[in-house]
T-cell receptor, first 115, second 113 residues
Framework: EAGVVQSPRYKIIEKKQPVAFWCNPISGHNTLYWYRQNLGQGPELLIR????????DSQLPKDRFSAERLKGVDSTLKIQPAELGDSAVYLC?????????????FGAGSRLTVL | GENVEQHPSTLSVQEGDSAVIKCTYSDSASNYFPWYKQELGKRPQLIIDIRSNVGEKKDQRIAVTLNKTAKHFSLHITETQPEDSAVYFCPHWLTGGGNKLTFGTGTQLKVEL
């Protein structure tokens, strides 16, 4: 099993540029999460999907962040335009009722640096 | 808001000693209590969890105990090793609000040689 796959692992951009992160969850996991983790902090939930539906996006800064999971499998998180404060690690996680709906498996993360 | 308080924020122990991290929660409806470990530069990983119908659970050198009356649960690591050095989180599983884990700032454990 490949686990949760994220890309890119690292991204350095200048402020005001766009950036996109991709996540492929564990096969069969219908719930997908995007978290943001700042240095020295715990992960902060941005958005949660149940299949293709975004069921909790209350913490997603909608003026510049967007996400999609069109076919209920892989997902993309986009930031446009990026700001200096967006520098963080963006973690994707997935879960399944079969393996435990409350057991999250995280990907390795995408580290974003905004200059 | 924060429904789980975790202490201490940093913990330093000598190799071979025991380490205990405690989390206190406020929601009496909470019924799931996980512990995640995050090594430097790595992803958070579930290391042990307990449900409200069980008072203690062990897995080799780690154990979790739950005190429902006092509303706290603790992570116990015995015979600590350098590879136990990491940040440990006790995220809150939001009941009645869908599948959602809310993380605090965690405990930085350092095992010194």
């Amino acid at each position: 099993e490949a686990g949760v796959v994220q890309s890119p692992r690292y991204k350095i951009i200048e402020k005001k540029q766009p950036v996109a992160f991709w996540c492929n969850p564990i096969s069969g996991h219908n719930t997908l999460y995007w978290y943001r983790q700042n240095l020295g902090q715990g992960p902060e939930l941005l958005i949660r999907y149940e299949n293709e539906e975004a069921v909790d996006d209350s913490q997603l800064p909608k003026d510049r962040f967007s996400a999609e999971r069109l076919k209920g499998v892989d997902s993309t998180l986009k930031i446009q335009p990026a700001e200096l404060g967006d520098s963080a690690v963006y973690l994707c996680a997935s879960s399944s009722p079969h393996s435990g709906a409350n057991v999250l498996t995280f990907g390795a993360g995408s580290r974003l640096t905004v200059l | 808001g924060e429904n789980v308080e975790q202490h201490p924020s940093t913990l330093s122990v000598q190799e071979g000693d025991s380490a205990v991290i405690k989390c206190t929660y406020s929601d009496s409806a909470s019924n799931y209590f996980p512990w995640y470990k995050q090594e430097l530069g790595k992803r958070p990983q579930l290391i042990i969890d307990i449900r409200s119908n069980v008072g203690e659970k062990k897995d080799q050198r780690i154990a979790v105990t739950l005190n429902k009356t006092a509303k706290h649960f603790s992570l116990h690591i015995t015979e600590t090793q350098p590879e136990d050095s990491a940040v440990y989180f006790c995220p809150h599983w939001l009941t009645g609000g869908g599948n959602k884990l809310t993380f605090g700032t965690g405990t930085q454990l350092k095992v010194e040689l």
